[in-house]
């Protein structure tokens, strides 16, 4: 009788198993099919996310190449959906995003059928992955046609990404068992959570959105200062209940992810409370933010920016019409600031409708009236109507040596005295429409109309104030 051994007498006897990968290697496929599913979601919810706060948060487009990059991504984001129909770029102009909007709810699609073992699910991984190939199609010839292709190759990239790993995820889903999902713990999506908390401008745009709408609408409007204040609409007491607004709708959307999908248990049962009461408290917070936000808008609007300008030598307002308006008109104001007080800008509210910088210094200005007494603060100025009268310097001892009319409307600069040579100018402002004031060298000597009279070089020159005429 023959006698079979094997040549290592300690190796283990062979068994017969199932066909197959073994449960870890069905576990890790399950986890790249996942994986891959969630990519598209990342792609169009980003892209929908960047449009969305640089919509409600103008403040936002100081950010260098701003343009550059939304017209990247334009493709995958949707008008309608981020910016109520309004284009942020070019290449939205006529277009609210269908394409982009299909993709996302492709991508949210995809990841919700990926989590389920059902084969039903599995199959069904396959219908937005189509659909979501069509979109991107449509998108990228639309592009193609307008000539766009180059000046948002970026978002082109991520929509092949989005759709080979859309592809990938629906055909391994469609072949493969997946395995079971892990199982939810208190930190699943909590560094999303956090991301969102860290990332302020998130929250507030959320926050904005929900409670102050006419607040990114008055932040709009300052986005073209240059001189100041283009941040007034930002730095506010309701942003930081905006904020907190915002955040708390954040943690309501992770309590109900932590709750998905619905059971019948205790805990699915508290959670959704939680929800609730997440939300009842948000609206507490949102309704005393909208007040706060509304008295903002109104003072962006109406009221004068002077006490908030930094480094401001000295503001002057445009006297109201004394006849009662139906409407209320905003305050028309002209500030100097800076370091050496050049720039002139003027506002209509809050925003800035032009600015100026002057070759000579306004403040600190050192000067006298041609008899002699001395004028006392930093600007030496007298307003005329809507014309501001300045004396300036381009001295080294800071006396004055210029007059200057300035338009309080435009900052314009109307006309020019210049008294170069001998000693200091003198000047004195008769007939001030607010009356004498010799402190400030407002001083009538029998002067019947409105002028300036200015000593140079021992000779007594008298202007008027609104032409410059002599």
């Excluded at 269908?98 to 995809?110: M, Q, R």
């Excluded at 708390?248 to 992770?254: D, F, K, M, P, Q």
Aim: aromatic share 8%; charged share 15%.
């Amino acid at each position: 009788m023959t006698k079979i051994t094997y040549t290592n007498p300690r190796a283990v006897r062979p068994d017969v198993g199932s066909l197959g990968p073994s449960t870890a290697e069905r576990a890790e496929d399950s986890r790249k099919i996942r994986i891959a599913a969630t990519i598209p979601l990342i792609i169009s919810l980003g892209a929908q996310w960047v449009f969305f706060i640089h919509y409600w948060i103008p403040e936002t487009s100081a950010f260098p190449a701003h343009g550059l990059w939304l017209t990247q991504l334009s493709p995958l984001a949707s008008a309608a959906l981020t910016s109520e129909g309004q284009p942020q770029v070019q290449a939205q102009n006529g277009q609210w995003g269908l394409p982009a909007l299909v993709l996302l709810v492709c991508a949210f699609a995809l990841f919700w059928l990926s989590r389920t073992r059902h084969w039903l699910g599995r199959t069904a991984m396959l219908a937005p992955a189509a659909l979501g190939l069509v979109a991107a199609l449509a998108s990228v010839i639309a592009l193609a046609v307008k000539g766009e292709l180059r000046s948002t190759i970026v978002g082109v990239a991520l929509l092949i990404t989005w759709v080979w790993s859309a592809g990938y995820a629906a055909l391994h889903g469609f072949l493969d068992n997946l395995a079971p999902t892990p199982p939810k713990s208190w930190h699943s999506g909590l560094p999303f959570l956090a991301a969102y908390a860290i990332i302020g401008l998130a929250p507030i745009a959320v926050g904005r959105w929900l409670f102050a709408p006419d607040l990114r609408d008055a932040a709009a409007a300052l986005q073209n200062n240059t001189a100041a204040l283009r941040l007034a609409a930002l730095w506010t007491s309701s942003t930081a209940l905006l904020y907190l607004c915002g955040l708390l709708i954040g943690v309501a959307v992770w309590v109900a992810y932590q709750a998905w999908p619905p059971r019948r248990d205790a805990g699915f049962i508290g959670r959704c409370l939680i929800v609730i009461g997440i939300l009842i408290v948000t609206g507490a917070i949102g309704w005393p933010a909208t007040a706060l936000a509304d008295k903002r808008v109104d003072q962006l609007t109406y009221d004068s920016p002077a006490e908030e300008v930094h480094f401001a030598c000295g503001s002057w307002i445009l006297d109201q019409p004394t006849s009662a308006s139906p409407q209320r008109e905003p305050t028309k104001t002209l500030v100097i600031s800076g370091f050496t007080c050049q720039t002139v800008t003027a506002y209509s509210g809050y925003q800035q409708l032009s600015t100026h910088t002057l070759p000579v210094s306004l403040a600190p200005v050192i000067a006298r009236t041609p008899e002699g007494a001395t004028i006392s603060g930093r600007v030496v100025a007298a307003q005329y109507g809507d014309v501001l009268v300045v004396a300036g310097s381009g001295r080294f001892d800071a006396y004055a040596n210029e007059l200057l009319g300035i338009g309080l409307t435009d900052s314009a600069e109307l006309w020019r005295y210049s008294c170069e040579h001998g000693p200091p100018m003198g000047v004195r402002f008769a007939n001030v429409p607010g009356g004498d004031n010799p402190a400030e060298g407002h001083v009538t000597q029998g002067e019947v109309a409105p002028e300036v009279v200015a000593s140079c070089e021992g000779q007594i020159v008298h202007i008027n104030p609104v032409t410059g005429h002599r």
